[in-house]
């Protein structure tokens, strides 16, 4: 056991959810590496440290500490030098020799309790002299706290959280009502509270804890696409969260609504029960569509003589009712089209574009996601973005809170723009479409364009299938199928598939693939048989491009397997590849991965040939695909390149928001299209075995699908008209404010 006692020089690396720091100690002279974890630690301190002297293979002799403690500064030299070294704001080398100058033993004890002297110190004022001795006793007190909130296994991140929230209030809150700290603080939710409360020894049925325990079931829900609960669903599912009687919660609904926390509304099938946000959320969506949804006054006549010549300019054919979609672009505030593949989507908004083009109008296009912009630059020919950068996000990189992440683009600063397009509305939730019509002033024209038949959103709400059955605003459906769209049988067959039609998978056909297998291995052994040698120089496509795309994560089938065996044959260990293993994950150099939830603040890069920046910005998306192009285990950072050549650097902590995507789930895939899908068929949960669900998977390939497995399990998916219900009220809101 090997005992050092010195100064702290330099804090080399920290995790500030654990507090496992590297750091340098001199002690006489010598200097040491000490690894461990401490509670609040700051450079210049004096720490008196015990544990194992190792020797690293790469970084050398360190002592692993095993206990420390933080001495007071005892000799003029250690106080001089704590002081200088930039652990108290304001007070450099020179101002901290000066202070230790004039009071030499006595500095620490003036500065704690005869503050004011400090300004008989050249320099220091009055003020400042307040200032440094109000930070000499946060730091005692932060660091007091720190020790106290570990206690209850609270991680330092949370910790230096929880303490620059409430101060030294936080005892109080944390011993009467730590539920507190779930509405209080991002990333403590009602479990990690009631664990807190646990210990402090708060009793089940506190009106603390029912109340926040109602409003995180709420919050649940909205993870599965619901912005209410019906009244009875609340119950049971807070019943079995909290564990306690129905009444004792049905009593605090009402006080809560009071309390403006919940809205409750009476409906014919009966009570229903939103978070408040959600209620007002649904109910400014519906007002701001409603006064989007004016009408223009230019004759049919007019805007057919225009058509004609387009058309004839372009060598366009358009059928009825995509005519009857440009004469509505144009007299409509408001416009949503709709339609399965090859029905003439993307032709109807090339002419919409080239039309108001005619008209010099300004136009914005945009798509959820990056790859659904991508496509939709491709096939317009112009600029489209995602709508995070349409609305111009910004936000403060770093910040695990998302603090301070905000449109730049809103009412006070709306888009410029005469016309604003967005493809795959199906994808947008509740949250983004708020957004995006806070943006957009009445008089701007909004063009909505989707597959309503497709899965919806990840997020909260039922957005474009509750703008479409409320019946309120122009909807445009394409039926027909053009001629050019039926020789793929990819695009018939997901028709036959939307309609409950029978699907020949018996006949030979160049992009629509069965290959039979009953065995859940022989599945597996297929597909990596398609990736491998197959498919790549079928669709002239990089073996990352296919994607293969599963209705599930668990089972023999599922995402996670999935992804563990087709690691090792598309990506297997070896020397020159660095791996790094979380939450019983393996992650290597060279594996394509995808991001797993919205992170605004991370920053990225493109980067020329030489390294240097070319291109700078801030936000990674649910559904990003990409490639580790490095791991470096001493910075404990993961390098991604993502579409478009965008690098983006994850500490260790952020690999939970990164998944492995050889395989990926099939609502994961929305707003995507690859040159070749390649999907397994075998038994599952009815709720996930939908025709939906598969009518999505197929119409995410471009030139080609392949389905490997029981031939009477897609046809049980394709006749399953089973979908998860969402309780969304938005059609009932647009409906309401229409009668006012």
Not at 397 to 408: A, I, L, M, S, Y
Not at 594 to 620: L, S
């Amino acid at each position: 056991m090997a005992t050092v006692s010195g100064f702290v020089e330099k804090i080399k690396y920290r995790n500030e959810d654990n507090g496992y720091t590297v750091l340098s100690l001199v002690d006489e002279g010598e200097e040491y590496t000490l690894v461990g974890n401490f509670h609040y630690i700051s450079e210049g301190e004096m720490l008196e440290a015990s544990g194992t002297m190792t020797d690293h293979p790469v970084y050398g002799e360190q002592i692993a500490v095993e206990s420390y403690e933080i001495k007071a500064p005892e000799d003029t030299m250690a106080m001089e030098r704590y002081l200088g070294s930039g652990a108290i704001k304001g007070i450099g080398a020179a101002l901290a020799a000066r202070i230790v100058r004039r009071f030499k033993a006595d500095t620490f004890r003036i500065m704690e309790e005869e503050p004011e002297r400090l300004s008989e110190v050249k320099g220091i004022s009055d003020k400042m002299a307040m200032a440094i001795s109000e930070q000499v006793e946060e730091k005692k007190e932060m660091r007091q706290a720190m020790m106290f909130l570990q206690e209850y296994g609270i991680s330092m991140n949370l910790a230096v959280k929880i303490y620059q929230e409430y101060g030294p209030k936080l005892y109080g809150v944390m011993k009467e009502n730590p539920y507190k700290l779930a509405d209080d603080i991002p990333g403590v939710g009602f479990k990690m509270a009631d664990e807190i409360a646990r210990k402090v020894g708060i009793f089940t049925d506190s009106d603390f804890r029912i109340k926040c325990g109602v409003l995180y079931t709420l919050l649940q829900a909205t993870g599965n696409g619901h912005t209410y609960l019906p009244e009875s669903e609340l119950l049971n599912q807070s019943v079995e969260l909290l564990r306690v009687e129905s009444e004792s919660i049905k009593k605090h609904l009402m006080d809560m609504q009071i309390d403006k926390r919940l809205v409750i509304r009476e409906t014919e099938q009966g009570r229903i029960v939103y978070a408040s946000q959600y209620y007002y959320m649904e109910l400014n969506v519906a007002k701001m569509l409603h006064d989007l949804n004016i009408r223009g006054g230019v004759p049919e006549i007019e805007i057919k003589e225009k058509l004609l010549r387009i058309q004839n300019e372009e060598e366009i054919e358009l059928d009825e009712k995509q005519v009857q979609a440009v004469i509505e672009a144009i007299n409509s505030g408001l416009l949503i089209i709709t339609g399965g593949p090859g029905t003439g989507k993307t032709t109807t908004i090339n002419t919409i574009i080239r039309f108001f083009e005619s008209e010099d109008m300004e136009i914005l296009l945009a798509a959820p996601t990056g790859r659904a912009a991508k496509r939709m630059t491709e096939a317009t020919g112009c600029e489209a973005r995602t709508i995070h950068r349409l609305l111009e996000l910004s936000g403060m990189p770093g910040d695990d809170r998302n603090v301070g992440t905000h449109f730049e683009r809103n009412e006070e600063n709306p888009l410029d723009a005469d016309a604003v397009i967005i493809d795959e509305t199906s994808m947008v939730d509740i949250h983004l479409m708020q957004s995006l019509l806070k943006a957009i002033n009445p008089g701007t024209r909004l063009i909505l364009v989707g597959d309503v038949n497709q899965l919806p959103s990840v997020g909260p709400g039922n957005v474009l299938r509750d703008m479409i059955d409320a019946d309120c605003f122009n909807v445009v459906m394409l039926t027909k199928i053009f001629r050019q769209a039926t020789q793929s049988d990819i695009v018939v067959n997901a028709h036959k598939i939307n309609a409950g039609e029978q699907v020949p998978l018996g006949k030979k056909s160049n992009d629509f693939l069965f290959i039979k297998r009953e065995d859940p291995n022989a599945i597996i052994s297929a597909i990596i048989t398609l990736v491998q040698q197959k498919l790549p120089g079928y669709v002239n496509a990089d073996i990352y491009d296919i994607q293969i795309m599963t209705p599930m994560r668990k089972g023999a089938l599922g995402v996670e397997r999935l992804n563990t065996i087709l690691q090792e044959y598309l990506n297997p260990p070896a020397k020159d590849k660095l791996e790094k293993e979380t939450n019983g994950v393996i992650f290597r150099v060279g594996d394509k991965v995808m991001q797993i939830k919205n992170n605004y603040n991370i920053e990225w890069e493109v980067r020329n040939r030489y390294g240097i920046p070319t291109d700078k910005g801030t936000g990674i998306y649910n559904g990003d695909i990409g490639v580790i192009s490095e791991i470096n285990l001493f910075a404990e950072l993961v390098t991604v390149e993502f579409d478009e050549g965008r690098m983006v650097e994850y500490s260790f902590k952020l690999l939970e928001e990164l998944e492995l995507a050889y395989a990926i789930t099939i609502h994961k895939s929305q707003g995507s299209e690859y040159p070749a899908v390649v999907i397994p068929v075998f038994s599952g949960p009815r709720m996930l075995m939908t025709r939906n669900l598969i009518y999505t998977a197929v119409t995410r390939a471009r030139s080609c699908v392949c389905l490997v497995g029981v031939p009477e399990v897609f046809q049980g998916m394709v006749n399953n008209e089973l979908e998860q219900r969402r309780y969304s009220g938005l059609k009932e809101r647009i409906r309401e404010i229409m009668e006012l």
